[in-house]
């Protein structure tokens, strides 16, 4: 094993790995219950869901630890979750079988891509502003949804939303537990977000505002509600399943994905020092790693799995070799025996709102990177990012954005530095309004 992961040349142990691996999946482990709960929105039995999860987690860490060899840990993706369950599912009234499918498809055409070396010219057609206004919306839309579950923001007849009741136990109790995450994420804990939600479960408990678990340690739940929907709903339904609808919601899969795992693999290889000439040596198979697991997922019963920026908490831990991700699909295996805990988060929404609301803030950081002075650039931009709160729908997100971006160099007269695969997908997305409207 040494031999095979290089630890001489990387400077490593197993004592080192395992600390690295463990530090990963505390900092993301708040994933099996937010993912269990989010997707439970959409219909999903969440005891399915929650060892769907663990499952895609630690095929995908051990793909990219076996054959890509970084330490990067991969789980369904935040934003990713939010878009299944709150735009596809309850939003376009898609059955939830039927957006799993979709998942599957997106991670096919994914592995495609990637093996077909199609994906760097994809990435290359979009320009880096829609790509950063598309990662920071969805840290807006992701916050959004967390200060709804917490009572914090409330729907309103008049102003269509409004200041909850901060008073309300349960709206208390999340707000202490935003202030403990953030205390948490401020002083470097790299497990922050992890140990902010076990906090305010226990602080709920001993304020009578959150019932004691039945268990801590049971048996794993069943996958059969959730495991195989994927293949065979379409067969059964092709009607819901061969739509234009779907093909915008495959799109936006693939989008969404390309772009963070793409972000995500350069911030913590830069991180690690795996780059060479700007380049990620064995790239391709860390990118095709992440589609298979996204398959995987997909067929056991959960949205996208994707890499974890979360990963940085292990570099930094000392992590740099596969087998730390090996380390995190191990702990991610042992989690299947957790599920009590489960019934917790799904009882009180506003526990995972912590957690929704400080991953928002970090995806929108992109916002520091934006060029808000060329107008060209910010009006495609801000209206990705605020459409897709406003509208509640990342698509609708992406799809304004696409359009408005070739209409804004158009009239600055830079048409010429727009890709053609820009142009193509204004048509898209202009057929796709207008088939809505209809």
Known sequence: ?????????????????????????????????????????????????????????????????????????????????????????????????????????????????????????????????????????????????????????????????????????????????????????IRGFKGGIFYGLILTALAGMVAGIVSVPSAIVSSVPSIAPTFGEAITYPLSHPEEFFTAQMLVVIFTFLFVDFFDTAGTLMAVANQAGFLKNNKLPRANRALASDSIATIAGAVLGTSTTTSYLESSAGVAAGGRTGFTSMVVAGLFLVSLFFSPLLEIFLEHPGLTSPALIIVGVLMASALASIEWNKLEFAIPAFITIIAMSLTFSIATGIALGFILYPLTKIFKGEYRDVHPMMYVLFFVFLAYFIWLAE
């Open 1 to 185: 094993m040494e031999r095979y992961f290089e630890f001489e040349k990387h400077q490593t142990t197993y004592r080192q790995e395992f600390v690295a691996g463990l530090t990963t999946f505390l900092a993301m482990a708040y994933i099996l219950f937010v993912n269990a709960f989010i997707l439970a929105d959409a219909g999903m039995d969440p005891g399915a869901v929650f060892v769907a999860t663990a499952l895609a987690s630690a095929i995908g860490c051990l793909i990219m630890g076996l054959w890509a060899k970084y330490p990067i840990a991969l789980a369904p993706g935040m934003g990713l979750n939010a878009f299944f369950a709150y735009t596809v599912v309850i939003g376009m009234g898609i059955p939830w079988q039927a957006a799993l499918a979709g998942v599957l498809v997106s991670g096919v055409i994914f592995f495609i891509l990637t093996i077909t070396k199609v994906r760097e010219t994809i990435i290359n057609a979009i320009p880096l502003q829609l790509k950063l206004a598309a990662g920071a919306g969805i840290g807006f839309f992701i916050a959004f949804i967390g200060m709804k579950n917490a009572g914090i923001i409330e729907a309103d007849e008049v102003t269509f939303v409004r200041l909850g009741e901060l008073t309300a136990p349960p709206t208390l109790l999340a707000i202490f537990g935003l202030v403990i995450t953030a205390l948490f994420m």
